[in-house]
């Protein structure tokens, strides 16, 4: 890995015509690094935080998702209600997540749960997330043993399981906080933002959803 490292940053050196950096302009870059400036933040996101939840909902519905706001008691009889609803199959690829792990799901008693990646064969999926952005209805999704990012992408509906308590404004408070759970050098491998069901309009500009993920979202917004 250190070669294969070594030979992309020298082919990047080579195409912008200079060296290794070193002097002040290393010392301002490795500033940067540790206290990156925040951008830009979106006006309609800077709420009290009870408003900010239902902006997210507002903004998530919009996009195509689904939202119900539940109790941590009720959702797993949500998920089972919401599959009923919709008539899918009581069968769920599960993240092994200790946040999913503190619901009671055996309380329901038709749910089959098997917990790991996603697979061709899964039909829905249930994850956790890391949080929810106001501004945009979005979702973050961070990657890990607790999170495969196949569950995100394979099954054709995808529940998410977001707590109030992860609703941020913007953005720029997702990075924050991934800082500040992982640590530098420490980030997640993939960082996935969602903002309702997968879609496209490539094909005659009609609008499509399921194009390259779930064709379905469904998020139970816990409170807190």
């Not at 909902?57 to 009889?77: K, Y």
Request: glycine share 10%; proline share 7%; aromatic share 4%.
């Amino acid at each position: 890995m250190s070669d294969a490292r070594t030979q992309i940053l020298g082919g990047i050196r080579r195409s912008l015509r200079r060296g290794e950096l070193a002097g002040d302009a290393r010392s301002a870059v490795e500033a940067r690094l540790v206290s990156p400036p925040r951008g830009p933040s979106v006006a309609r996101a800077q709420l009290p935080h009870p408003e900010k939840v239902a902006l997210f909902c507002q903004w998530a519905e919009t996009l195509n998702a689904t939202v119900a706001r539940v109790g941590a008691d009720d959702v797993p009889g949500e998920v089972t209600a919401y599959l009923a609803r919709n008539n899918l199959p009581a069968n769920v690829a599960m993240a092994p997540s200790p946040l999913l792990e503190g619901y009671d799901w055996a309380s329901q008693k038709m749910l089959s749960i098997r917990r790991g990646r996603g697979e061709g064969s899964d039909q829905v999926s249930v994850t956790g997330a890391f949080a929810g952005i106001a501004e945009t209805g979005t979702v973050v999704m961070a990657s890990g043993p607790d999170h495969p990012v196949s569950l995100n992408l394979l099954p054709d509906t995808h529940v998410v399981v977001l707590r109030e308590a992860d609703v941020v404004a913007g953005y720029e408070d997702v990075w924050g906080r991934l800082r500040e759970r992982y640590g530098k050098n420490l980030m997640p491998r993939t960082v996935n933002t969602i903002t309702g069901p997968s879609r496209t309009g490539d094909i005659e500009q009609a609008m499509e959803l399921g194009a390259h993920g779930p064709r379905r979202m469904h998020i139970l917004v816990v409170r807190d």
